[in-house]
């Protein structure tokens, strides 16, 4: 079965955690954010899921090295995938989705009527494609990694046999609120608790106060797509723009390492360390201490 190959095929390059949903799953999703945008003919929407080591939030916890963790896998990868699916003969679209701001008045050239830049979300994809679930501070969790991976997509006209929607808990959301405490600008509200639906999936989340995210002193960097996108060439409404609508990889700020702490600690995660995580009290840094 095609579906059993690519799985094995994905392992065999890399891959930790493959999952496969049918473009019907998206039906709720925006054209601009619709990956059937990017490929009309689109059957499956293939999600790829590659483990972020626990040592990369090694220094950031400790406060004494920042290293970014990345949202999105190397485009190696999807490449590998799509080349896999077109050599059986289908197509294989890889997707490394840049945020909309880069294009803040993006003008249809195409007869759909649909502007570029289509920016289908890798979370939503995520949920949809059966691989875990959306935390309370609303990043995306799996069983068996909680926030640590890096995500990547590929679009085919393939049909596969889709994976079961996610029905297990990783997050358990009111009875932690870790990332709403140890955030110190109060970004994650716990009282304004939002239902999340993909896919028929509802969960609860905490309203974020993305503006204030912007300026986290605790750990967060522009998203990868976004850095690339810094304007050098681009008027000054352009590189206004994306200040104000930057992307943000939240992974290593401090409400995600102690979501890491938090769901190692109570074994709500599969993988498994000889020591826990969080050794020493977290250092915290308020807006007015940088
Ligand atoms: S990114 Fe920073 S400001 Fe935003 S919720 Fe996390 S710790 Fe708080
Ligand atoms: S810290 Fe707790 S409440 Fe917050 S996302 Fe993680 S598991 Fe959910």
């Known amino acids: 079965m095609l579906k059993d190959e690519l799985k094995s095929f994905a392992r065999e390059v890399g891959i930790d955690l493959v999952g496969i949903a049918p473009i019907e799953r998206f ?21 790829l899921v590659q483990e972020i080591p626990r040592g990369t939030f090694r220094g950031i916890e400790e406060g004494t090295l920042w290293m970014r963790a990345p949202r999105q896998i190397a485009p190696r990868y999807t490449y590998r995938i799509a080349r896999f699916l077109e050599d059986k003969g289908w197509e294989g679209v890889p997707v490394a989705p840049l945020p909309p701001e880069r294009w803040p008045e993006g003008i249809p050239v195409a007869k759909s009527g649909v502007a570029p830049n289509v920016s289908p979300s890798l979370e939503y994809a995520a949920v949809s494609a059966g691989l875990g679930e959306i935390g309370f501070c609303r990043i995306f969790l799996t069983p068996q990694f909680g926030p640590r991976q890096s995500l990547g997509m590929v679009i085919t006209d393939a049909e596969m046999e889709p994976d079961p929607i996610f029905n297990g808990i990783v997050c358990d959301r009111e009875n932690c609120l870790e990332c709403v405490s140890n955030c110190s600008l109060n970004a994650i509200s716990k009282d304004e608790v939002e239902t999340i639906t993909i896919a028929g999936k509802e969960m609860r989340c905490g309203r974020v106060n993305f503006k204030a995210c912007k300026l986290c ?36 700020s401090a409400c995600v390492r102690a979501c890491i702490a938090h769901l190692e600690k109570t074994n709500r995660i599969t993988k498994k360390y000889n020591t826990p995580f969080r050794i020493r009290e977290p250092w915290k840094l308020g807006i007015f201490d940088v």
């Open 27 to 47: 039906k709720d999703v925006p054209p601009e954010r619709h990956p059937a945008s990017i490929f009309p003919e689109a059957k499956t929407i293939i999600v």
């Open 217 to 252: 002193p605790q750990g967060v960097y522009l998203d990868e797509a976004s850095q690339r996108a810094t304007p050098t060439t681009s008027t000054d409404y352009l590189s206004k723009k994306i200040v104000e609508d930057i992307s943000l990889n939240r992974l290593t």
